[in-house]
């Protein structure tokens, strides 16, 4: 299976500079392990030390927020989009 993941600016270092990869995994969480195999840090940078998504990164899936799914047990299928999108905070 295989899907097309975009790569937010802050990430892209990790990337070596990609906006769009591609990745494989049947759930999101396998998608990460994907990902960090072939760009060591991507993980770090979106899981915590509890093994949660981070606080600030979300990710959707075919533009639905895996939050409302199933989180990291979201099912994914050959020719999904992932977009890694992170929250943006501040303001008054």
């Known amino acids: 299976m295989s899907m097309l ?3 937010p600016t802050p990430l892209r270092s990790v990337t ?3 906006a769009e990869v591609q ?3 049947s759930t999101v969480a396998d998608l990460i392990d ?3 195999r072939s760009y060591p840090g991507l993980k ?3 899981i915590d030390d509890g093994g949660d998504l981070r606080r600030f990164v979300n990710i959707y ?3 639905e927020d895996i939050r409302f799914l199933q989180g ?3 099912a994914l299928k050959d020719g999904d989009e992932v977009s890694i999108v992170p929250a943006i905070a501040g303001g008054r």
């Open 5 to 7: 993941v975009r790569i």
């Open 16 to 18: 070596k500079g990609s």
């Open 23 to 25: 990745g494989n995994g």
């Open 34 to 36: 994907d990902l960090d």
């Open 44 to 46: 770090e940078r979106l």
């Open 61 to 63: 899936v075919n533009q």
């Open 72 to 74: 990291k047990k979201t």
